[in-house]
């Protein structure tokens, strides 16, 4: 695997991501952040501190998980791990910036927007992705994009956040037979 970005080019773009976040919602106190498991929660929750520094607004900060909503839950051979979904707030007309590392096909965010809607009605939701990746089979783009990092089908993203994985870096590269790399959806 190659690192393509380090530690601190991570924390240039998350800040960069939040400033046009804070250009796009003119207000923001009716904005909520959900992360969708794993690493999304901690870059929402990375974004949401950033928020607070620069305008004193603590924002309502929710976790996704997909896990049941996925389109090809019958067809894979395995049950993935699930995560604990908690959205401890209305969604109801509220401005939601939805959060995760990777797009990909676009079939993560498709069931993401398919379980938020199980909690309500947001005004709008916008889409916020560390890196595009491309290679989309639904319509489905970012709001606000990190790193476009072309990739080949065969090559994976893997996003380390200090958090999970004890450093912030992303590689890309193709994975071995015998690992199964998330990170990509």
Do not use: C
Request: avoid cysteine; aromatic fraction near 6%.
């Amino acid at each position: 695997m190659k690192r393509v970005i380090d530690g601190s080019e991570i924390a240039r773009i998350l800040e960069r991501l939040t400033f046009q976040v804070i250009e796009t919602v003119p207000d923001l106190k009716e904005l909520a952040l959900i992360g969708i498991h794993r690493r999304g929660v901690w870059l929402a929750e990375r974004i949401r501190k950033i928020i607070e520094k620069h305008r004193g607004i603590l924002l309502d900060l929710g976790s996704l998980d997909i896990t049941f909503f996925r389109d090809d839950l019958g067809e894979i051979d395995y049950l993935p791990k699930a995560f604990s979904t908690d959205i401890s707030f209305s969604v109801t007309g509220r401005a939601i910036l939805l959060v995760d590392d990777v797009l990909y096909t676009g079939r993560t965010v498709k069931a993401a927007l398919d379980a938020i809607s199980e909690f309500g009605r947001p005004s709008r939701i916008l889409m916020a992705a560390l890196v595009d990746r491309g290679h989309r089979e639904y319509p489905i783009h970012a709001d606000f994009i990190g790193k476009k990092i072309p990739t080949g089908l065969s090559e994976e993203v893997l996003v380390h956040l200090s958090e999970i994985d004890g450093e912030d870096n992303v590689y890309i590269g193709v994975p071995s037979t015998d690992t199964k790399i998330g990170g990509n959806s």
